[in-house]
DNA sequence: CTGAAAGCGCTTACAG
DNA sequence: CTGAAAGCGCTTACAG
């Protein structure tokens, strides 16, 4: 069990060479015979030598590993299928540009610490917020801090940020919705959050512009990713004197919520009542109909943060920090009716 | 944006004294005065001291850092509910017990390297292999390897393994649906893997003991986590001169492909025609009916995966290289009709 | 072309 | 109770 590791010590003695000689051979510096550095290169491989990266950040003072902040909270990080197809196209992007990932966390080995502490100990090069409660004074502490940061969903001035446009979203989807006819909509938004205010905002304009009012009571709030949740409101929509026509609901999950509650009624989707959702998850585009959503683009958003935080690590001085706000698609699906 | 972090010097200079005292003020050393160990403590606090654990690790011989295998592959890999869930899981408890977590991956800095070569260079205390090709000879050069090493969904003799019982997981889906009144059950399996194998021997194995022989046609080979494939395939099996009264899919997306072809067909589920799957993913119980379904439990999974490989690192000598079955849990839904 | 030496930031016997 | 020294495994000016 024991990990005995060759290190350059043993390949020096056994090619009757100094260490240095072989660190060069190995590092590819041209000043070193070509016979030394075949025999020195025959013999690490021999050895199954890999130098260690922890050691070699002590010297070169990078560790070519990024930490990412991931909070695991009840229905967000990881199971979060948003937040994973993120990481995961984060972490391929990362991969190709060399740098390896590591979850920041609130201790290790024992010890509490902040994540900024964390960072400190693993030395990180750069750090990718993916996921956290954004007014937390640790967050905020590392955002400030001097390390190289990326952030989604959330816009600061000392990092970069990378957005999917909540406004344009909101805007696409709602005047899809009205030019099928529908005036009478709803909104079942998700908790409070600068993503939830930019939606809403979006939403009350979309409807101004096209001189459409609706009732306070179309308004309800939801809990993201929460069926059961949107359940219950829409029942309390769909009992309304004056019903909508179309719900639109915080997000995909969401969305299935309120297809279940308009089917129990006896409702047929679109021909009765009409849904959208938000997001594009994998299962809402594998049922029929198909729902009308807002895609957001997760490869693209996890790509351009990988890029742009290795960017910011290499070359801190020509990469400026901006917010970033990538493009959604909309989804037409068959969830809303042409009323027209 | 030079991240200038205190080090162990910079104290032992402002306080007057060696770094030796230092180092072993901070680790809690008793032949401290408790003047000077408060002295310095106090100094560290203000300068933001914290230890670099990459350093650290060179003396300790350990790096409380565990390398997680995932390859991203298609449908596999962090965009899988499944696995996300796992790692979701393994993370916290990892976090618990004081270690992080890196991905293994194929190259950092520009250079091509194995597996196996990635956990050297990182120094990884051990190995947790939650998603791979385990025919792959990088991958079995790990579980190999002087490594602890902990695997998930396949069971070697060199590792810990944690499984999922499929055995088991089968036969309950089985002899409940047989139980409903089912006799021509069909069963649209995932591709060949040792999993598929098990679960298919079950089936096979449960329908013997119940006396039923279902003809060849009701087999069909799906692709895991397509509906798009089980569409298809389901729509063979519904046209046959003899059709099922129920059919089971690979997994719950799969599920979801048979159930839109069914609909497509004008067939009420579970009127008309049972559907069950396998997994247990969230969307499948925000659905309705329901879908029945055999959920692994996949907290429990990465959780115990975590638990075993940590116990193989710190107490090699008292953890066993065993193969730990872990329960299923059948969910009845309202996809299957009861035929009594 | 090669190697001795200093140093990265830390820990830990050992001497005083 | 405190500190000088060696060492973990590597890199890199510098001297030869």
Request: aromatic share 8%; with cysteine; proline share 3%.
């Amino acid at each position: 069990m024991a990990k005995k590791v060759a290190t350059i010590k043993d390949i020096s003695l056994s090619c009757g060479v100094s260490v240095s000689t072989v660190s060069k051979a190995l590092n590819g510096y041209q000043d070193i015979s070509e016979a030394t550095r075949e025999m020195i290169i025959k013999a690490a491989r021999e050895a199954g030598y890999f130098p260690e990266a922890n050691v070699r950040a002590l010297k070169m003072k990078k560790t070519y590993n990024i930490g990412v902040l991931f909070s695991t909270l009840s229905k967000h990080g990881l199971r979060n299928e948003y937040f994973a197809h993120i990481l995961a196209s984060f972490k391929e992007k990362a991969a190709k540009r060399g740098y390896d990932i590591t979850f920041i966390e609130h201790n290790i080995g024992n010890r509490k610490m902040t994540y900024l502490d964390h960072c400190r100990l693993r030395n990180f090069d750069g750090v990718f917020i993916a996921c956290a409660e954004f007014t937390e004074p640790e967050v905020l502490e590392l955002v400030n801090s001097d390390y190289p940061v990326v952030t989604i969903d959330h816009a600061f001035n000392e990092a970069i940020s990378v957005l999917s446009d909540n406004v344009e979203g909101m805007r696409q989807l709602t005047q899809y919705i009205i030019d099928q006819g529908h005036r009478k909509i709803a909104y079942i938004h998700g908790t409070k959050s600068s993503v939830t205010h930019n939606r809403l905002v979006s939403f009350h304009n979309v409807l101004k512009e096209n001189g459409i009012t609706v009732p306070e009571e179309y308004f309800a709030q939801g809990i993201y990713r929460s069926a059961e949740s949107s359940e219950k409101l829409a029942l309390h929509l769909l009992n309304l004197k004056d019903p909508p026509t179309c719900i639109i609901a915080s997000d995909d999950y969401a969305a299935l919520g309120v297809m279940n509650t308009a089917r129990r009624m006896g409702l047929k989707i679109p021909e009765d009542i009409s849904v959208a959702g938000y997001d594009g998850i994998s299962v809402a585009q594998a049922l029929e109909p198909k729902l009308t959503t807002i895609k957001q683009d997760t490869d693209k958003i996890g790509f351009e943060a990988a890029r742009q935080l290795i960017n910011l690590i290499e070359n801190p001085m020509s990469t400026s920090l901006d917010t970033i706000y990538l493009k959604v698609q909309l989804v037409k699906g068959g969830s809303v009716r042409n009323l027209r």
